[in-house]
């Protein structure tokens, strides 16, 4: 499952100069085991042209994508470990991203024990790279996703997910695949509270 699209042109978008010194500089100056999104220092309005609104659900469709990712189990409150790791794999293979993180989150922690719980810490690439013990490459294909953007700490997400399923249901569609969340900016340089992230839910109509 995948969340990269493009913007217009016209707008800022990190350069692979731009992310190579972006990494340097966090790997200076910051504990890369603490947080997620470290791959992007601009906002979603930069990198999407649109500006995101919060609890504002709708359908789109999202473009294939190729990805690097670590696929793990336990909490969902570990992955900020996991995206630790996978961004140092990707600074130690000189791989640059071309678009934010985001987890695939394939378990309901309400209905399957924590300990069980699935999950694939993701980041978008464009250049051909082997995987290893560690890491592994796929491709996500094209998809239609029912979206919601949430602005607030992430251990308080659960109601949007909710509201999203709710949403789904409730418009005559049906959840097609595991749901995402894109993290659109990082605990590195706003607040908890001004945190972004993209719901999404891959559906098809009933």
Not at 118 to 126: A, F
């Amino acid at each position: 499952m995948h969340h990269l699209f493009l913007g217009n042109s016209n707008k800022k978008v990190l350069t692979s100069v731009n992310f190579k010194l972006f990494f340097q500089k966090m790997k200076e100056r910051y504990d890369m085991f603490k947080y997620f999104a470290l791959a992007v220092i601009v906002s979603g309005v930069m990198l999407f042209g649109c500006s995101p609104k919060e609890e504002n659900i709708s359908v789109k469709t999202v473009g294939a994508t190729k990805c690097v990712f670590i696929s793990g189990q336990g909490n969902y409150s570990e992955v900020g470990l996991i995206f630790g790791k996978l961004f140092e794999w990707l600074i130690e293979k000189d791989v640059n991203p071309i678009g934010p993180p985001f987890g695939i989150y394939y378990d309901n922690p309400k209905e399957v024990p924590l300990a069980e719980c699935r999950y694939d810490v993701c980041v978008p690439i464009k250049v051909e790279i082997e995987s290893d013990s560690l890491v592994q490459i796929k491709e996500i294909c094209e998809m239609e996703v029912a979206s919601l953007m949430y602005k607030g700490p992430y251990d308080k997400v659960g109601a949007s997910w909710e509201k999203l399923y709710s949403w789904v249901y409730k418009n005559k569609y049906e959840p097609a695949g595991p749901g995402m969340e894109v993290y659109l900016n990082s605990p590195a340089e706003v607040s908890a509270d001004s945190l972004l992230t993209e719901i999404q839910i891959p559906v098809k109509k009933k």
